[in-house]
């Protein structure tokens, strides 16, 4: 059976083109090629039209790796975080993030950041939760193991971890916070 299926198609297409977009020259617009096996959608594009980065002009899927790009997206983020000061760092015992120049800074050391604020980060410390280690050891056993610990076999094993967490407090694992931004400079 034959389908003659260029008759179906439109003459013209009309296609927006938004600031940063142009026509796929793959497929001059069209969103598809035509060749001896039918219709091909085009694998540049979508649609037809192709993005480019405003910053460096490199054609992008989603989002653009080149600095520009990436201090844009930077400033975004602070514009929708928190600000607070300098001392809510001290008071939590964190280290401010500089995001530009992706190092961690103590509060001593927070002038040497690339600009004149920083991310707050969050600590992480060692957790160990005894309810968790019985589930996750008993999980490909039968469950009479399971049904048969109780409140005082995860209380007392509880206590044990407790000393080991203690013991391992100020060892933490800093991870930026970009939920609060801090200035530290001239405020
Ligand atoms: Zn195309
Ligand atoms: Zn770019």
Redesign the pocket.
Same mark, same amino acid.
């Given at each position: 059976m034959e389908i003659n299926y260029k008759d179906k198609l439109p003459d013209t297409l009309v296609r927006e083109l938004k600031e940063n977009q142009e026509?796929?020259? *793959? %497929?001059?617009? $069209? /969103?598809?090629?035509v060749d001896e096996d039918g219709i091909i959608i %085009? $694998? $540049? %594009? $979508? *649609? /037809?039209?192709?993005k480019k980065c405003g910053y460096c002009g490199e054609e992008i899927k989603s989002i653009c790796s080149c600095k520009e790009s990436q201090e844009e997206r930077i400033l975004k983020k602070k514009e929708d975080a928190t600000k607070r000061p300098l001392g809510y760092l001290v008071e939590n015992q964190l280290l401010g993030f500089d995001p530009f120049g992706k190092t961690y800074l103590p509060v001593q050391d927070i002038r040497l950041a690339t600009s004149d604020w920083v991310f707050a980060t969050k600590a992480q410390t060692l957790d160990l939760d005894a309810y968790t280690i019985f589930e996750d050891a008993c999980h490909h056993l039968h469950e009479s193991v399971w049904d048969s610990i109780n409140g005082e076999d995860i209380d007392g094993l509880q206590k044990h971890l407790d000393k080991f967490i203690e013991r391992f407090q100020n060892h933490k694992t800093y991870y930026p916070d970009e939920t609060i931004w801090i200035p530290i400079k001239g405020e």
């Open positions: 026509l796929c020259p *793959d %497929c001059e617009g $069209r /969103g598809f090629n %085009c $694998r $540049r %594009c $979508r *649609d /037809g039209i192709i």
